[in-house]
């Protein structure tokens, strides 16, 4: 048996020392890929669209 929930779902996140202008996200075959790359620590913080 598989459950599927519908609807809208957000998480977050707090992650330091990380290039928040070089993250990618990307969806294939129901499967989400977040790349974060590191740095040094910084106070920028911002969205990410996810393609």
Do not use: C, F
């Not at 459950?3 to 070089?22: C, F, I, S």
């Not at 620590?41 to 911002?46: K, L, R």
Request: cysteine-free; glycine content about 6%; charged content about 20%.
């Amino acid at each position: 048996m598989n459950e599927r929930h519908t609807g809208t779902l957000q998480r977050q996140y707090m992650l330091p020392n990380v290039a928040a202008d070089k993250i990618t996200a990307s969806q294939a075959d129901g499967v989400l890929t977040i790349t974060l790359p590191k740095t040094q620590p910084s106070a920028n913080d911002g969205q990410i669209e996810i393609q």
